[in-house]
């Protein structure tokens, strides 16, 4: 596993130099300068905005006017950014790539720049390591060499801490009336340790909590190395705020390394694992199902024993870790709608994602089979090599309604 790893890693870094070299011919075909930055004097220029959405941090682009820092923010404006060459970015403390590529340690706060690399020739407020003028790796002529370590530190830094919000609304034939609406979030493959932090689950634990859902959904593989890693963990799960409760699936990852120690983990802090178990949820006198399967690859799933005892009629929402079982409970056509992660979405997205078992016909978001809907969340954190390109991580957002 280790081998494959590297290999995945080394194939990677020469994805990254290829596509970062094809960047700078792109951009300017020259010394960089400014690349294709927005002329200094423009009514509006493109921009990265830094945002702290709830607890989380999001990354935003978006046209902006006179560039002028709001409370919080802090205004640097890069030449030569070899990769991404946009002009002026906001970001809050000093920029994560400003430390890296000057010699600093990484930071431990929230900063999570995208200023990819050359000569600072403006700062705003809180920001005391530079003034402008200082040379980052290198000054303003950025080669390939630069360019490459951007990229790199892209893939492994940003943007897997680049939390994405989905939004998505699942129409429902005969959703009860009282569940219209009704909203779902669901979160996947956390993979606590070595790679994911418990700080960045912080983060998404909080955003979650902050869209107000229903029901919390979640979907598996919670630790990737070493099961202890729940009890660091399900605290933090505990965090998530919803009307009817958080209820929890395993993963393949939580069943090959203890998936007793995994369950226990999680029920010690109150969240309810449904292992081929279902509960109802009840609004007024209207009912909702919410199944729970065991791990698809290395468990015993059985809907049957899930749905046993059951009202008929009910729309049931099945929750299962791999999406790629899908076409057997669409045709057994008693689920409505399946929750799923797993594949991380690929993780790495050119040309097509890296897709593993049992995730490589449905690897990412809403699609119909049947009759029956399954979304495939590109979940919260990474196995190696630790990277996202394409594909960013995800707090996933359903809203019930109803279908005409």
Known sequence: MKLR??????????????ISSLAIVLSNNSDCGPAAAVAEGSETMQAI????????????????NKPTPADGEVLVKIHAAAVNPLDWHFVQGTPYFLRLMSGLSAPNDTSLGVDFA???EAVGRNVTRFKPGDEVFGGATLGLGASCLAGYGYVFYVEPHWLSVERVDVPIQGLPRAFEGFKIVCLSDFHLHPYTQ????????????????????LLGDYVFEGADSIYELAPVLARLESTYGVFAVLGNHDLWTDAAVVRSGLESVGIRVLVNDSVLLRVGDEDLILAGLDDGWSGEPDLSLALEGSPQGAPVILMLHEPDFADQYARDGRVSLQLSGHTHGGQVRIGGPLRPEYGRKYDDGLVEIEGMWLYTTRGVGVIGPPARFNCRPEITEITLQSMH
């Open 5 to 18: 790893y590297k290999i995945l890693n080394g194939i990677l870094i020469f994805m990254v130099v290829m």
């Open 49 to 64: 905005v830094y945002r702290c959405y709830g607890s989380a941090d999001v990354l935003e682009f978006k046209e902006v």
């Open 118 to 120: 050359g000569t600072v």
């Open 198 to 217: 418990i700080d960045f689950i912080e983060k998404v634990v909080g955003a979650s909590s902050e869209l107000i859902p229903d029901v919390v959904c």
